[in-house]
């Protein structure tokens, strides 16, 4: 194609149009920014074209002819989305704006197999979500069930175990039919077993406690007792008498009375008991505190030497004394504190004197023994 040197002023009038092919679509390309006129060429003049014509000086053909305008080199060329057709580099008319914007926005196409792909990966988790319920389903239930059986056993067990104690107990086959009475050596066994008949014919659970307790204290000689129950029919009394430790002057004066550490007679007789020392209650009535003295240290002397002590007196707590058999010694004793100690030293000095001189030991500081 000529073109006129006055309308194509900076471009190369020489050079030939690139020729065109139907089938391959155009390639664009970024061209620079031209100021020149507006390039006008007729449609009828494309090179290799055989009704081509030479253009008139003028650079149009009267008749034949239309201007074009070539503006696309005033705008850089627009990108296209992905799958678009780039518009025909001879097309002179711009797209419609809302087809534009819809194949824009449009979202990308999705083929039948991608579908497909989607539609099964949705029914393999739903399977696998239900498949977990049931399991989470079936392992709750079985706990709950596991959970129940534990309580009902054990509840089963609870009862069964009550109902055998209330049978065995309460049964008429596990009554009281006879009364034991173990212990006794100054009691009577028969005059107590026939204070307690009372409780023959009861249910060994339902023994009455209390009324064994005020039917065992008409004997003044029990110092204490146990009960036992012997399956099926027995109700054992295991009795602990009272021990006597001196002998007092009866109250009456007429005799002597044996009495425990407590001051509880526990035998009366006539002539002065063998093997008790005589407890003086000159200054010492039976209960008080000189009294409890005297008798705590009778009970902690051993069987050889309260056998040698012929009397004891204690006006106060800490002031007993002895008096031994034979010539008479004396022995300073002092408080019931220390004892067993001051035992041991009073054996050990009676050993080392002569019973025959009248001296008196003063134990009441085992550690300072004196012998006068």
């Not at 097309?91 to 989607?118: C, F, H, M, Q, Y």
């Not at 009960?227 to 602990?240: A, F, G, H, K």
């Amino acid at each position: 194609m000529v073109r006129d040197g006055a309308d194509t002023a900076g471009v190369d009038a020489t050079a030939p149009a690139p020729a065109r092919s139907s089938a391959t679509p155009p390639r664009l390309k970024t061209t620079r920014w031209q100021t020149a006129e507006p390039e006008t060429r007729t449609a009828d003049t494309e090179p290799g074209s055989a009704n081509a014509t030479p253009a008139t000086p003028g650079g149009s053909k009267p008749g034949s002819t239309k201007p074009i305008a070539q503006n696309r080199a005033a705008k850089p060329p627009t990108s296209h989305p992905q799958g678009a057709t780039p518009a025909s580099a001879d097309s002179a008319a711009p797209r419609p704006t809302a087809k534009v914007k819809t194949a824009i926005g449009a979202p990308p196409s999705r083929s039948r197999s991608d579908e497909a792909l989607a539609r099964k990966n949705v029914r393999v988790a739903e399977r696998r979500r239900r498949r977990y319920e049931r399991a989470e389903s079936r392992r709750f239930t079985e706990r709950s069930r596991r959970r129940r059986l534990t309580w009902l056993i054990s509840l089963g067990t609870l009862v069964g175990l009550i109902v055998v104690v209330v049978v065995t107990a309460y049964s008429p086959l596990f009554a009281v039919r006879s009364v034991s009475i173990t212990g006794t050596s100054r009691i009577d066994a028969a005059q107590v077993e026939a204070a307690l008949s009372g409780q023959v014919g009861r249910p060994l659970a339902l023994v009455d406690y209390g009324s064994i307790q005020s039917q065992l204290a008409a004997f003044p000689l029990i110092q204490s007792y146990s009960t036992e129950s012997q399956l099926p029919n027995t109700l054992v009394i295991r009795v602990v008498e009272r021990q006597p430790v001196g002998s007092i002057v009866s109250a009456s004066g007429a005799g002597f009375d044996l009495v425990d550490p407590a001051g509880v007679v526990v035998e009366h007789s006539d002539a002065r008991p063998a093997g008790f020392a005589l407890i003086d209650l000159a200054g010492t009535p039976v209960g008080s505190p000189g009294f409890l003295a005297a008798t705590t240290v009778l009970r902690t002397l051993p069987a050889d030497l309260l056998a040698n002590v012929d009397s004891i007196s204690a006006a106060t707590p800490d002031s007993v004394t002895m008096v031994l058999g034979g010539v008479g010694q004396k022995v300073i004793w002092g408080s019931s504190a220390n004892s067993a100690l001051k035992a041991r030293v009073l054996d050990k000095l009676i050993t080392t004197q002569s019973a025959n001189e009248k001296l008196t030991y003063d134990v009441s500081s085992p550690e300072s023994p004196v012998v006068e």
